[in-house]
Structures are given as C-alpha cells and as structure tokens.
Nanobody
Framework: QVQLVESGGGLVQAGGSLRLSCAASEIMLSEADFSINAMGWYRQVSLTQRDLVAVVDSGGSVNYTDSVKGRFTISRDNAKNTVYLQMNSLKPEDTGVYYC?????????????WGQGTQVTVSS
C-alpha cells in the first residue's frame, strides 16, 4: 500500500501564493520490479471528475494545464518521494480541492494512488 500525505492548502487572497506538499510513504512491495512513474496534482471539478493541474514524470518532464502555466511550478524530490506545487498569482478560479496523485508501475501495470485532498480557497 502507498499512503500520500498532503499539506499546504488554505485561504489566500487573489494574487497570493501557496505551496502544496505531498509525501509518499515508503513503498514496500514483494515485487522487485516497480517504480514511481509520475507524481502530480489534480483538482476536483465535479463529484466524479478530477482535472490535471500539473504532473512530473520519473524523468523530470513536467506538464501543466493551460490555465496555470506561468503561475504554478511542480517539483519533485525523488529521494523523499515528495512532490510540491508552488502556486503563485492565485486567482479565485483556482479554488478547489487539490489531490495528490502517484502513479506506480509494477512490472507492466500502472496503479494510481490518491491523497486525502487539501482545500485551496482564493478570495477576490
């Protein structure tokens, strides 16, 4: 099992900044052939949908949704299995519950794990 612990959400005025952190527990599997494929952040947009905000893969490549490009920066500390999301120039439309995601590769299969979610509220 993989546990993800998020922190860093809160209330901020428009134009402000927040930094989200997500730490993954030590991954212990009987299967030796596994690796963390990617870690990222998603925002809940409906009861059944979470949209990608930013993701960083095992090679360090990053991808952002268009609305946050130039304002948000995702980074990853592989030694600590931790991913960060620096959010600057926040807008009211950034408000939502942000979930950390870890995609684990075990042999030829991929498994998604989610954090508990952290609330980000941006006031106008």
């Amino acid at each position: 099992q993989v546990q993800l612990v998020e922190s860093g959400g809160g209330l901020v005025q428009a134009g402000g900044s927040l930094r989200l952190s997500c730490a993954a527990s030590e991954i212990m599997l009987s299967e030796a052939d596994f690796s963390i494929n990617a870690m990222g952040w998603y925002r809940q947009v409906s009861l059944t949908q979470r949209d990608l905000v930013a993701v960083v893969d095992s090679g360090g490549s990053v991808n952002y949704t268009d609305s946050v490009k130039g304002r948000f920066t995702i980074s990853r500390d592989n030694a600590k299995n931790t991913v960060y999301l620096q959010m600057n120039s926040l807008k009211p439309e950034d408000t939502g519950v942000y979930y950390c995601n870890l995609r684990l590769r075990i042999l030829y299969h991929f498994y998604d794990y989610w954090g508990q979610g952290t609330q980000v509220t941006v006031s106008s």
